[in-house]
C-alpha cells in the first residue's frame, strides 16, 4: 500500500497517538504522519474528528477513523493477513478488552493526575492508587501471557500495546517524582515485561525518547507558570 493511501494526524508525544502508529508497524502498513497540534484545532483536524475534534485520528483513502482503540481494532480488521493484534480466542479477546478498558478509564489517568499533583496528601494517596494498579496489572500480565513474553503471547498485541503506549509517560512521571512506580520487588514481571516491549523491532522505533517527553512536560509546566 502506498504512503498516500494511509495518513494518521496526530502529535509525536501522545500516548494514544503512538498506540496507533505502533499498530500500523505491526502489520507492515506504510503510513504518513502529519503533526498536529490538538491544542491549536486545526482545520484538517475539525474537518475529520468533527465530534470530538481530537488526536489521533487514522485517514485510510477517502475514510476517517477517530479514537486510538477504535483505530488499532480498525487496523485489525482491515489488515487481517499480518501479525493479530486481537488474540483469536474470544474470552482472550474480552480478557484483553476489559484491562484496555481499565488502563484508559481508570490507571492511565490517575498518572497524568499524579504527575501535575503538588500536595502531598493527595500525591501519597495518588501514588498508592497507581501502585495498587501496577499490581493488577502484573496479576494480568501473569493470566494472560500464559507464560510468554508478552501480554499478547509470544507476540505484542493489543494489550501491549495500550499499556506499552503509557511507558514513557510513566517513565517521565518517576523522574519529576523522584520514584519508582514500576517495582522490581512488586510488579517483577512487569518490569521484565516493559524491557522485552520497550526494545522489540516491532515497537521501539515508534516509543518516544524518555528525554524528549521530559522536555515538552518541563517546557509545558514553564508555560502553566508564565500563564
Known sequence: MATGDVKVL?????????RVLMALKIKSVEYELIQTNPHEKPEILLKSNPVHKKIPVL????????????????IEDVWATGPSILPSDAYDRALARFWVAYI???????????????GEEERTELIQKVSEGLV??????VSCSKGKDFFGGDNIGYLDIVLGSCLGWLRVTEIVLKLELLDRTKTPQL????????????????????????????KFQAFLKAA
Open 104 to 118: 484508559d478509564d481508570k490507571w492511565y489517568p490517575l498518572v497524568k493526575v499524579l504527575r501535575q499533583t503538588e
Open 191 to 218: 518490569v521484565k515485561w516493559a524491557d522485552r516491549f520497550s526494545s522489540d523491532d516491532a515497537v521501539k522505533d515508534v516509543l518516544p525518547e524518555t528525554e524528549k517527553l521530559l522536555e515538552v512536560y518541563r
Open 10 to 18: 496526530g502529535a509525536w508525544p501522545s500516548p494514544f497517538v503512538n
Open 59 to 74: 485517514i485510510h483513502g477517502d475514510k476517517t477513523v477517530c479514537e486510538s482503540l477504535i483505530i488499532v481494532q480498525y
Open 136 to 141: 493488577l496489572l502484573e496479576e494480568a500480565f
